[in-house]
């Protein structure tokens, strides 16, 4: 099968591309193309559930982007990260996440990026959060710990601060992970599963999570999360050798990259009314921005990493930057929606722990 | 009267069809959901042998929806073409096996 080398394409920024602009993109998503197709309000259908306005239920995971640098240009991602973007985190803000994260009561910092591992401070990061005594979970796209000799301990590192790991793996067969992922990047996955299972991560007793994680490579939804699971164990265990904990599937957003995919590949509106028509009211009460705070890599707040992309900041009557943080204040807030949320209400859910319903 | 018999737009409005006949499409769409949930089969199972039902009857309704389907379920490119080879043997062979009836009609009036 010819697999296309999608890594060459290099993020929307670096190709001066219209989509980089997330002014944009809801341009498209509301409707404002006239050639396109306007698609039912996802406010009105969340007033229909009875979700509206969506309130935040508790603050328990502090994900933190890291920044947009990465190893990988996936043609998917909704961060448009990529070798060629340098909007990192600073030790600054790190630090002022330090001291909220040393008084605050949240269980569980979720670091995520573009690669987390890029950012310089990412492993002092990481050791001053494991004296915290939080719960770590690091989003991992595999092939960063065999890119540069200085990441190959990585997996020893992880486990000895005992992070949680979540990696993207979108099929078990190299044809559908890298077209999606870019060339090579299955085999290259497969070798740093093998790593990690070394250091002792997906191993029964050992108290190492590795949790995998399903987007479909292609315009269409993930099947139901415990028959793909099943499905995945039993494929890597039998052709690799490779043992995991949990699958998680996510839907992918009709945001960035991936919209451009839609788009060009004219599958934007039957995607579209996929998510519209698979609504699901259940999935919808148990969305991740209602226990999540999403931090970007300038400090700014927002109430997951898709709005964080797409610029939509917190309601604007909430503290706006880490500077500014009031946990009360911001559990009254009401959650910024807008129609890529469809994504995450569409048959069984969509979060970055996988199925919500 | 359009201008073609099949519309892409139309597999969308296929729950129209209790606009007409409620009753009995009520009983069809739940009968029909009950048939694809996980069973004995699984649904990835249920999805591969519907693409090949669908090629079999030629329904391109069915083809474009079990395609889907059965790339949501989990099953890749050459699980689905031979779901459709599997539906082509036995179209092919059913035709074949006819010719026995052929040879005895045949062997029955020949001298």
Same mark, same amino acid.
């Given at each position: 099968?010819?697999?296309?080398?999608?890594?060459?394409?290099?993020?929307?920024?670096?190709?001066?591309?219209?989509?980089?602009?997330?002014?944009?993109?809801?341009?498209?998503?509301?409707?404002?193309?006239?050639?396109?197709?306007?698609?039912?309000?996802?406010?009105?259908?969340?007033?229909?559930?009875?979700?509206?306005?969506?309130?935040?239920?508790?603050?328990?995971?502090?994900?933190?982007?890291?920044?947009?640098?990465?190893?990988?240009?996936?043609?998917?991602?909704?961060?448009?990260?990529?070798?060629?973007?340098? #909007?990192?985190?600073?030790?600054?803000?790190?630090?002022?996440?330090?001291?909220?994260?040393?008084?605050?009561?949240?269980?569980?910092?979720? +670091?995520?990026?573009?690669?987390? #591992?890029?950012?310089?401070?990412?492993?002092?990061? /990481?050791?001053?959060?494991?004296?915290?005594?939080?719960?770590?979970? /690091?989003?991992? *796209?595999?092939?960063?710990?065999?890119?540069?000799?200085?990441?190959?301990?990585?997996?020893?590192?992880? &486990?000895?601060?005992?992070?949680?790991?979540?990696?993207?793996?979108?099929? @078990?067969?190299?044809?559908?992970?890298?077209?999606?992922?870019?060339?090579?990047?299955?085999?290259?996955?497969?070798?740093?599963?093998?790593?990690?299972?070394?250091?002792?991560?997906?191993?029964?007793?050992?108290?190492?999570?590795? *949790?995998?994680?399903?987007? !479909?490579?292609?315009?269409?939804?993930?099947?139901?999360?415990?028959?793909?699971?099943?499905?995945?164990?039993?494929?890597?265990?039998?052709?690799?050798?490779?043992?995991?904990?949990?699958?998680?599937?996510?839907?992918?957003?009709?945001?960035?990259?991936?919209?451009?995919?839609?788009?060009?590949?004219?599958?934007?509106? &039957?995607?579209?009314?996929?998510?519209?028509?698979?609504?699901?009211?259940?999935?919808?009460?148990?969305?991740?921005?209602?226990?999540?705070?999403?931090?970007?890599?300038?400090?700014? +707040? @927002?109430?997951?990493?898709?709005?964080?992309?797409?610029?939509?900041? /917190?309601?604007?009557?909430? !503290?706006?930057?880490?500077?500014?943080?009031? !946990? #009360?204040?911001?559990?009254?807030?009401?959650?910024?929606?807008?129609?890529?949320? @469809?994504?995450?209400?569409?048959?069984?859910?969509?979060?970055?722990?996988?199925?919500?319903? | 009267?359009?201008?073609?018999?099949?519309?892409?737009?139309?597999?969308? =409005?296929?729950?129209?069809?209790?606009?007409? %006949?409620?009753?009995?499409? =009520?009983?069809?769409?739940?009968?029909?959901?009950?048939?694809?949930?996980?069973?004995?089969?699984?649904?990835?199972?249920?999805?591969?042998?519907?693409?090949?039902?669908?090629?079999?009857?030629?329904?391109?309704?069915?083809?474009?929806?079990?395609?889907?389907?059965?790339?949501? =379920?989990?099953?890749?490119?050459? %699980?689905?073409?031979?779901?459709?080879?599997?539906?082509?043997?036995?179209?092919?062979?059913?035709?074949? $096996?006819?010719? $026995?009836?052929?040879?005895?009609?045949?062997?029955?009036?020949?001298?």
């Amino acid at each position: 099968m010819n697999i296309p080398d999608t890594s060459a394409k290099g993020s929307l920024k670096s190709r001066n591309h219209q989509l980089s602009d997330s002014f944009l993109q809801l341009k498209v998503l509301n409707g404002g193309d006239t050639d396109k197709v306007r698609f039912p309000e996802f406010s009105e259908r969340m007033k229909q559930a009875g979700l509206w306005p969506l309130k935040p239920v508790a603050l328990e995971i502090f994900q933190m982007n890291l920044g947009k640098m990465c190893n990988q240009t996936c043609r998917h991602c909704h961060v448009d990260a990529g070798p060629d973007r340098k #909007e990192i985190m600073s030790r600054q803000t790190m630090d002022r996440c330090l001291e909220i994260l040393a008084t605050h009561p949240v269980s569980t910092v979720d +670091l995520t990026g573009g690669a987390p #591992e890029m950012n310089p401070h990412f492993r002092w990061l /990481v050791e001053q959060l494991s004296g915290l005594g939080k719960k770590i979970i /690091v989003r991992c *796209n595999l092939t960063i710990i065999l890119a540069n000799k200085k990441y190959h301990d990585l997996p020893d590192f992880f &486990a000895r601060h005992g992070v949680e790991v979540v990696s993207s793996l979108p099929f @078990y067969q190299a044809s559908r992970t890298d077209s999606q992922r870019g060339k090579g990047v299955f085999e290259t996955s497969i070798k740093a599963l093998q790593l990690l299972n070394q250091a002792g991560y997906g191993q029964e007793h050992s108290g190492l999570t590795l *949790n995998l994680v399903y987007n !479909p490579a292609g315009a269409f939804l993930p099947a139901a999360q415990p028959s793909l699971e099943a499905e995945f164990k039993h494929q890597l265990s039998n052709q690799y050798g490779i043992v995991f904990n949990r699958l998680y599937t996510i839907t992918n957003m009709p945001i960035s990259r991936f919209l451009d995919y839609l788009l060009e590949s004219g599958n934007y509106e &039957a995607y579209m009314q996929k998510l519209v028509t698979a609504f699901n009211p259940i999935a919808a009460k148990g969305v991740m921005c209602r226990n999540t705070l999403s931090i970007g890599w300038d400090g700014y +707040l @927002y109430d997951c990493d898709f709005n964080q992309m797409l610029q939509l900041g /917190v309601e604007s009557t909430a !503290p706006q930057h880490i500077n500014e943080f009031n !946990p #009360e204040f911001l559990l009254l807030r009401s959650i910024v929606l807008n129609q890529h949320c @469809y994504g995450c209400t569409a048959g069984a859910g969509s979060s970055c722990g996988g199925e919500t319903a | 009267m359009q201008d073609t018999y099949y519309n892409p737009d139309d597999l969308n =409005k296929f729950g129209a069809i209790k606009d007409f %006949q409620p009753d009995l499409a =009520k009983k069809f769409f739940d009968w029909y959901g009950d048939v694809f949930k996980a069973g004995a089969l699984t649904q990835r199972e249920k999805a591969l042998i519907a693409l090949a039902v669908a090629h079999a009857v030629q329904c391109p309704y069915c083809i474009d929806a079990y395609t889907v389907d059965s790339i949501e =379920k989990g099953a890749d490119e050459a %699980q689905m073409m031979e779901a459709v080879h599997v539906s082509a043997a036995i179209r092919g062979g059913a035709t074949l $096996v006819h010719g $026995v009836q052929m040879m005895n009609k045949a062997k029955e009036i020949l001298m």
